[in-house]
């Protein structure tokens, strides 16, 4: 089936929204086995005592109950980052090819986010087991995040993130998806993390790192150096947006030949 | 309102306006790099890299920069691969015009007139750099003419090009859209949409040819010297060349005038011209365009003003020249009117009906189909003399779509498909390159039947190879549009849906240090 660019990209937005809002309904409100105040490993993990064993976590929570609320928080924070690379993918698609390079591509991407999740909960329940006060757990990890996003490797791994390849076959495709998971997972783990670790509020604080993250890749591309990166470019456009509604522009847009004449010019 | 008039046709090659331009460009040139008003901070604002600059003798450790804070609002500004292009240059073009104009008003000159002349090149015998650019002398013989560069080594830096017609065309100025659907397909005659775009992406039809090539044509690169470490193998580019030194040149701004000029007559000569969809001919309506990328978050355009404020604009102030105050002298774009309806002319040549749709107001881009036929799969490098000949392999059941749209035209529209060739994520590490691209069917071993497709420059593709770049150094992707060729391979039965050649072949010598690598070739087929 041969699909008109402009129809093409909105029906992978809807697609990608589709996926993405059906997965954070079933984390904040699903059943308890598989939502995030339950399991979303946040609060699990939170809650745990100090130096608990992961047979603890185990009886709470199965692997495969883990696994899915894991691939839940993928689909819900990541998805909808994939927007533009899979539209790269289909351009350099031959029609009758799409779905076998779409399948690589998020194959690639979403086997490097699912694969990660082992550690990075691992690694969130270590933290957690290691101190005494679960506060002090957050603090720690959220001191590390911050510090990550604010160091050059952060931006070395942001602007990869804008990288689109030639993509000469699903092969390569499925090197792109794995590309873009591994610098996406660099750029990203360390909030992530914190979000697990965020007691009571890990819905919240989840809805926080997915809309920082979304807001980050937005920027413009900085060089080496360290520095945090604010979202100021989704800023500036909600706040251009809201000043446009407001108060209306000089002139409402249309094409040339029918306008006034009048323009914003040095006086 | 003043009149911009052509360089080649005022009353010799001193004449007033281009005597005025030069004390104008003195004055300017006296100033410190930090002064907002001067020279060099205004060819700052297009773009700027320090150690080029100094390396060019252009600063030296004595030239303080300006505070960080001026050079994050005015520095870097030049939107390419965009359809920010035409607008971020007019807006260029008029604050450089209007601070010419005070300078020449302090110096007792006839500020109130005075109009930057515009460079035609398409006239037969005025590729050549116009003569006063090319003078060391000022004409009563003192040697310190400032329109004339040293680091000016392209073709036309000494007289016209012999092969400019064969090189540089203006197919740009027949496509009736300002931006295309991309995606392989047309980007249209302005560019294709973006943020603040810095460098990257996909060339506007009216930016890949001309401009770009004018660029590297002027400013080449030194045929022995080579940059400092760690470009040492890399030759020195011309100012022209690169964006980062492009308008320390004072022809820059003729040369863009003459873009600028193109714009206009695109969108208003000749009077009538055949509008299919009622959008043709217009400028983006869009908020996205007229108000700018501030209205997605970037930085605005800025430029200063002759009393050093902050002037801030948007395409939407500066698309109509009326409100702007001057006017061209011709509209013409090149030597003579470009086709009144090519696209009627197509469909004769090919032998179709005249569809229904050709009266106008029909809105057929509604639905349009950008697909891939086929690539070579593999990555490409060129580099010395020698030619790169691949064959594409083309995927059968959509190269039979492309015959069957040439053969009776696209169900709904009655329209024969156009064919692009995406040279795709193309890098180097020197802008100052050119090759040609020729197009063939395949099994033509000596390739006698092969057809210029065009003639690519990399002006701009060092800093869009760049990891720190706003496209991870993905490089620039070249569009070339081949309907023409695809027409007469398809009339003359040399079409095939399996293969098709493609041949690139470097203009002069490409050394080693700045091969030039092409990701794949592809090649694309757009309903209409």
Same mark, same amino acid.
Not at chain 2, 120 to 129: C, D, L, P, T
């Given at each position: 089936m041969t699909v008109a660019p402009l129809r093409r990209e909105a029906m992978i937005a809807v697609a990608l929204a589709t996926v993405s809002g059906i997965s954070w309904a079933a984390l904040l409100t699903g059943p308890a086995v598989i939502s995030a105040p339950a399991l979303c490993t946040g609060r699990l993990i939170a809650d745990l005592p100090s130096g608990a064993e992961l047979r603890y976590l185990l009886a709470q929570a199965s692997p495969a109950a883990l696994a899915t609320s894991w691939t839940l928080m993928v689909a819900a924070m990541m998805v909808p980052l994939f927007a533009s690379p899979l539209c790269h993918v289909l351009v350099r698609s031959l029609s009758r090819a799409r779905l076998r390079m779409i399948g690589s591509f998020v194959g690639g991407y979403l086997a490097v986010w699912l694969a990660a999740g082992v550690p990075l909960i691992g690694l969130a329940i270590t933290v957690r087991a290691a101190f005494a006060e679960p506060r002090i757990a957050v603090g720690v990890v959220f001191a590390v995040a911050v510090a990550w996003q604010a160091c050059g490797w952060k931006r070395v791994a942001l602007n990869r993130c804008h990288a689109r390849p030639v993509l000469g076959g699903e092969m390569a495709a499925l090197s792109f998806g794995t590309r873009h998971g591994l610098w996406c997972l660099a750029g990203c783990a360390p909030l992530m993390i914190a979000a697990l670790l965020a007691p009571a509020y890990t819905g919240l604080a989840m809805i926080a790192a997915a809309l920082w993250i979304w807001a980050e890749r937005l920027e413009p591309p900085r060089g080496p150096g360290f520095g945090l990166i604010w979202p100021r470019r989704a800023s500036r456009a909600a706040a251009h947006h809201l000043r446009l509604a407001l108060a209306p522009p000089r002139r409402a847009a249309s094409g040339r030949g029918r306008h006034g004449a009048s323009a914003s010019l040095p006086t | 309102m003043h009149t911009r008039e052509n360089v080649y046709e005022l009353a010799d090659d001193w004449a007033e306006p281009i005597l005025w331009y030069a004390r104008g460009v003195k004055a300017m040139q006296a100033k410190p790099l930090s002064e907002p008003t001067g020279w060099r901070f205004y060819a700052a604002i297009h773009g700027y890299l320090r150690w080029l600059w100094d390396s060019h003798g252009?600063?030296?450790?004595a030239d303080a920069e300006p505070s960080a804070a001026e050079m994050g609002t005015y520095f870097d500004q030049c939107q390419h691969q965009s359809w920010f292009f035409l607008p971020w240059h007019r807006g260029y073009l008029f604050a450089l015009e209007r601070q010419m104009k005070h300078e020449i008003a302090a110096l007792g000159g006839p500020a109130e007139t005075w109009a930057l002349p515009y460079w035609?090149?398409?006239?037969?015998?005025?590729?050549?750099?116009p003569p006063a650019f090319r003078s060391l002398d000022w004409p009563d013989g003192t040697g310190d003419n400032p329109l004339f560069v040293v680091q000016r080594w392209g073709v036309l830096a000494t007289g016209p090009d012999p092969a400019f017609e064969r090189r540089v065309h203006l197919n740009a100025v027949t496509d009736r859209e300002f931006s295309g659907p991309g995606n392989g397909g047309s980007t249209g005659f302005g560019g294709r949409p973006t943020g603040f775009n810095w460098a990257g992406g996909d060339n506007g039809g009216v930016e890949w040819q001309p401009h770009n090539i004018l660029h590297t044509l002027t400013g080449g690169s030194h045929p022995a010297d080579t940059l400092p470490p760690p470009n040492q193998n890399v030759p020195v580019p011309g100012l022209m060349s690169v964006p980062q030194t492009a308008a320390l040149d004072p022809v820059f701004y003729l040369h863009h005038c003459n873009i600028d000029r193109l714009w206009e007559s695109w969108n208003r000569f000749p009077a009538g011209k055949v509008a299919i969809?009622?959008?043709?001919?217009?400028?983006?309506?869009?908020v996205n365009w007229q108000q700018g990328p501030a209205s997605t978050g970037d930085r605005p355009f800025a430029m200063p003003d002759t009393d050093g404020s902050r002037w801030d604009f948007v395409p939407n102030d500066v698309e109509q020249i009326a409100a702007l105050d001057y006017d061209y002298a011709?509209?013409?774009? !090149? +030597?003579a009117p470009p086709p009144a309806d090519p696209t009627a002319a197509r469909v004769a040549n090919l032998g179709l009906a005249q569809p229904a749709?050709?009266?106008?107001?029909?809105?057929?881009?509604?639905g349009r189909v950008v697909e891939r036929l086929g690539s070579l799969g593999r990555g490409l490098r060129l580099a010395g003399h020698g030619a790169e000949r691949r064959s594409l392999r083309l995927d059968p059941p959509t190269a039979a779509r492309l015959t069957n749209s040439l053969s009776s035209g696209n169900a709904g529209s009655g329209l024969p498909d156009r064919v692009f060739l995406n040279l795709e994520n193309v890098r180097s590490r020197s802008d100052a390159v050119l090759f040609e691209v020729y197009v063939g069917p395949a099994?033509?071993?000596? !390739? +006698?039947?092969r057809q210029l497709a065009g003639t690519v420059s990399l002006f701009g593709t060092t800093l869009a190879s760049s990891l720190e770049g706003s496209h991870a150094g993905n490089g620039i992707t070249h569009v070339l549009e081949i309907t023409d060729i695809v027409d007469r391979l398809h009339l003359g039965g040399a079409l095939g849906i399996e293969e098709l050649d493609v041949e690139l072949v470097p203009v002069g010598s490409i050394p080693e240090a700045v091969a030039v690598e092409i990701g794949d070739i592809s090649l694309y087929r757009q309903s209409e």
């Open positions: - | 252009i600063t030296s450790a035609n090149y398409f006239e037969a015998g005025r590729s050549a750099v969809n009622p959008s043709d001919w217009s400028n983006p309506s869009g011709d509209l013409t774009p !090149g +030597a749709a050709l009266s106008g107001a029909s809105g057929m881009t509604t099994g033509d071993p000596d !390739g +006698a039947s």
